[in-house]
């Protein structure tokens, strides 16, 4: 890891695949925990856009609220007693939860270099938003490794996703959509998908309508092969990172959601 990470995590997703049981087996178990590592790199969570919002008082909380607080603070005036803390409120800022979607494209070679990249990028929507976030892979089908409102422990969802292979075609427009409909489950106050994929459709459908319905869009392509996500961000006005291996992921996903 210290000599070559890209190369190491590669080694170790080809690995997870390997013909013998033990081998296997260990694999699968350290790649998870490992992958998990990479990922806690920067902040745990997308900062969002804060608002001024009504709170429950706290002592540490900030300025009471005194126009909300009115009725607790004249019933103990009446009353010659103090104030009951349970009435007051308390206006600060209050930033909104953060939902993501990762989209992850199967549709070519996953071994290796692919698959690392794709189980990092799990990891690190994982350990960004653990409590909501979903995990689709996608080819002609998308499977939903983990979805939006399903609780799933993050190193069976990074195995999940390496024990994943690629082939097929590619529907961007309708992995895009389901993409769409898995944020939906959830009440965030900002839902960003993360699409990880060179962008080149093959099959019918329209992406660009479909990424036009998302609220955030977020593409980390592949450095060498990036063209068709360049023009695609352009198309969509979805922020574009691009990457040399699994390694760089979890700066990716810093630089693109803004973090």
Not at 27 to 35: K, N
Not at 155 to 180: M, Q
């Amino acid at each position: 890891m210290m000599e070559d990470a890209d190369e190491t995590l590669s080694l170790l997703a080809d690995l997870v695949s390997a013909t013998d049981p033990k081998l296997r087996e260990l694999a699968r178990r350290l790649a998870g925990r490992l992958m998990l590592d990479v990922s806690r790199r920067g902040k745990a969570k997308p900062r969002g856009i804060g608002k001024l919002a009504k709170q429950r008082y706290r002592p540490d909380g900030g300025d009471i609220d005194i126009d909300a607080s009115m009725d607790a603070i004249v019933e103990a005036r009446a009353a010659r007693e103090a104030v009951d803390p349970d009435g007051l409120f308390l206006r600060g800022w209050v930033k909104p939860h953060t939902a993501l979607c990762l989209l992850v494209d199967r549709s070519g070679s996953m071994g290796g270099k692919p698959l690392a990249t794709a189980a990092v990028a799990a990891a690190s929507v994982a350990w960004r938003s653990p409590e909501d976030y979903s995990v689709l892979c996608f080819g002609k089908d998308v499977i939903v490794v983990k979805s939006q409102d399903v609780s799933k422990d993050g190193e069976k969802v990074v195995n999940d996703v390496l024990a994943l292979r690629g082939f097929g075609t590619t529907d961007l427009a309708g992995a895009l959509t389901i993409a769409g409909q898995q944020l939906a489950r959830t009440r965030a106050g900002r839902k960003i998908t993360v699409l990880l994929s060179d962008c080149r459709a093959t099959e019918e459908g329209d992406p660009v309508a479909a990424a036009k319905g998302l609220e955030e869009l977020v593409i980390i392509a592949p450095k060498e092969d990036d063209e068709e996500a360049v023009n695609f961000a352009a198309r969509t006005g979805a922020r574009l990172v691009t990457i040399d291996g699994p390694s760089e992921v979890p700066e990716a996903i810093t630089q693109a959601l803004g973090d």
